[in-house]
């Protein structure tokens, strides 16, 4: 059973990551797996304002919602993602700025180790082509990608990635959007990580998703 104290922690850390400008009025949902519940943002709920009465709560095995709240309409993956992930607790979709220019790109950009933060914090990025937000080819695409990384950039539409706990997804978005902005300030004259450089990173620091 979900307690209003859960509903509140969630509540908290949804407006902590509007705070952070990862995302725009209702461009966001973000879930977190308690038990074998999700509890997961409302559809056109707005995160950095979102309020207690706007958090659906599903059930991961079935998908059927528990509450009297419509869940947001990317929920599918959220779901298939902790299905398929048990070391996944959270999952966060935003559109943070520098972000979101390098999805609409035209010729996007498929190395984002411009810094160690990147390897270290976010891993290798996948990227997808362009589909329906909330469409079932989204989802399935997703839910695909994201077994075996931990951050994907949705072109023409925003970012996913996920985590362990709220403060790992946020560190992991951060890290994005700067890369991100490295690369786009740079006006594409930058320089990445060799994949020397990022496997050292991976026998230093014993990091398994690191490329």
């Not at 908290?12 to 209702?26: I, N, V």
């Not at 095995?61 to 607790?89: A, C, K, T, Y």
């Not at 786009?184 to 490329?211: C, F, H, W």
Request: hydrophobic share 40%; proline share 5%.
């Amino acid at each position: 059973m979900i307690t209003k104290e859960q509903v509140e922690i969630f509540v908290t850390q949804a407006h902590r990551y509007g705070e952070a400008r990862l995302m725009l009025c209702s461009s966001g949902n973000l879930s977190w797996r308690v038990g074998d519940k999700m509890l997961v943002s409302g559809t056109g709920s707005w995160l950095p304002v979102l309020p207690p009465e706007k958090v659906a709560v599903c059930d991961i095995i079935s998908g059927q919602v528990e509450s009297g709240v419509r869940p947001s309409m990317e929920s599918v993956f959220h779901l298939g993602i902790f299905r398929n992930r048990p070391d996944v607790n959270v999952v966060l979709h935003f559109q943070s700025e520098y972000a979101t220019v390098v999805a609409c790109m035209k010729n996007k950009p498929l190395d984002f180790n411009v810094t160690l933060e990147v390897p270290y914090h976010v891993g290798e990025v996948a990227v997808l082509p362009y589909f329906r937000p909330g469409s079932p080819e989204l989802a399935e695409a997703v839910i695909e990608v994201m077994q075996e990384h931990d951050a994907v950039l949705l072109s023409n539409h925003g970012q996913v990635v996920c985590g362990r706990d709220f403060d790992e997804v946020l560190e992991r978005a951060l890290f994005f959007e700067m890369a991100c902005r490295i690369i786009v300030q740079s006006r594409m004259d930058y320089t990445v990580l060799s994949r020397k450089e990022v496997e050292d990173l991976r026998n230093s620091l014993g990091l398994a998703r690191i490329p």
